[in-house]
């Protein structure tokens, strides 16, 4: 019997099948295998620099809450830029109760470098202050999470599958592209293609997606002439809308 299995936003989801595209093969390519494509991605990545949420983890910041603020802060603010943001705010403040005792100019001159420092400061104090009072416990449902001040669906998944482990699909602009040029989807955005992943995708790499395809997505799968002559993954990419890509 299919698996039953539910959205990272907690909705029922349609049990696993194969796209389409990916039953018989283009010529030049092969039959699209995703445990061949997580294998070559995770050596692609190996050195390139993490993507913030899971580089604060590995540098000891992986708590529900300190995922939480991070993902909130690196809302359309570059990596490079959310990870030292994070550990200054973080040496001032770690669990709900201090966060909640600092005041939002602290938190505004903290967050120096981040975009939109005061709404950022103002959701910070508020959404800790919510959870202090709650006896400092994050709610670890998408539905929960969402009614704090400022959480939407990727801050939700980026803190259920980070900071406590729990299968949920976070895309940002780097796992929609990517997943479309592979063909494993075809969705207009990155709400669709999350609701896309969470019926082709197997649970095992919920999480693991945005860890791999963020850095890939930043320096070989890129925005603008993708690296697709030098792509481990190309005999899979089906390369959907790719018009210029480069050689190396
Ligand atoms: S082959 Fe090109 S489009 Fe496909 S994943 Fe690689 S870089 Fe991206």
Not at 7 to 15: N, W
Not at 58 to 73: K, M, N, T
Not at 74 to 79: G, H, I, L, Q, V
Not at 183 to 211: D, S
Request: aromatic share 6%; glycine share 6%; net charge positive.
């Amino acid at each position: 019997m299919a698996e039953a299995r539910t959205t990272a936003t907690g909705r029922a989801a349609k049990p696993a099948a194969a796209p389409a595209a990916f039953e018989v093969p283009p010529p030049g390519k092969d039959p699209f295998d995703i445990d061949e494509v997580f294998r070559l991605l995770r050596r692609a990545v190996a050195h390139l620099p993490k993507a913030a949420m899971f580089d604060l983890r590995d540098r000891g910041y992986g708590s529900p809450f300190e995922q939480l603020v991070s993902a909130l802060i690196s809302a359309r603010t570059r990596d490079e830029t959310t990870i030292p943001v994070c550990l200054r705010l973080f040496a001032a403040a770690r669990t709900p109760e201090a966060m909640a005792a600092l005041p939002d100019e602290e938190i505004v001159r903290l967050l120096h470098g981040a975009t939109f420092p005061e709404p950022k400061a103002r959701d910070i104090r508020t959404l800790s202050a919510s959870i202090a009072a709650a006896g400092g416990r994050v709610p670890d449902t998408a539905e929960e999470l969402m009614t704090l001040r400022g959480v939407g669906p990727k801050i939700a998944a980026l803190t259920l599958g980070v900071g406590f482990g729990k299968p949920a699909i976070s895309v940002d602009i780097h796992v929609h592209r990517i997943v479309n040029r592979w063909g494993y989807a075809a969705a207009a955005t990155p709400e669709r293609t999350m609701q896309a992943l969470a019926r082709v995708l197997p649970e095992r790499y919920w999480i693991e997606i945005n860890e791999r395809l963020v850095p890939f997505g930043k320096f070989v799968c890129t925005g603008e002439c993708p690296r697709c002559g030098s792509c481990p993954l190309v005999r899979q990419c089906r390369q959907v809308g790719v018009t210029a890509p480069r050689e190396a």
